[in-house]
């Protein structure tokens, strides 16, 4: 193979490997590499402080510090989540159930019987007002 050739051959494996290399660090692609999400912390109503502290206690070790997401779970603060899509009630239907895995690649998410529908009332307040706080509101379910 002339250098030409080698040349060409190089230039199109090098603009692949930056496309990828793109995607990848803008979230694009389906691997979900960009987990944990970067997330501001706003002043939280006392009802948001004690299901901070719930949250900590029952699901951060998957769903990460202030919900930032893992490598075991998905970030709940993601536009996915918002209120028009997946309502104050799914929440309470996962802790209760368990949820398949269906938006992630994560598996499963088992349900949680030591979990209160109290303490569930509190850590969806703390979600919702993390999300608001990151520009995550309310946006009508399409199919």
Not at 8 to 36: E, H, M, Q, R, W
Request: overall charge positive.
């Amino acid at each position: 193979m002339s250098t030409h050739k080698n040349l060409s051959v190089l230039a199109i494996i090098l603009a692949f490997g930056a496309g990828v290399v793109f995607f990848a660090g803008t979230g694009k692609s389906s691997s979900n590499n960009t987990i944990p999400v970067s997330v501001k912390v706003p002043e939280l109503s006392f009802q948001a402080a004690t299901g901070k502290k719930a949250f900590d206690a029952n699901c951060a070790a998957c769903h990460g510090v202030n919900a930032a997401g893992t490598q075991a779970g998905p970030p709940l603060i993601h536009t996915i989540y918002n209120p028009g899509h997946h309502s104050d009630a799914a929440f309470y239907r996962a802790v209760k159930y368990g949820v398949p895995s269906h938006h992630w690649k994560f598996g499963n998410m088992p349900p949680l019987p030591s979990v209160s529908d109290a303490q569930v009332r509190f850590i969806v307040r703390y979600i919702r007002e993390l999300q608001t706080a990151n520009g995550i509101t309310y946006k009508k379910h399409m199919m």
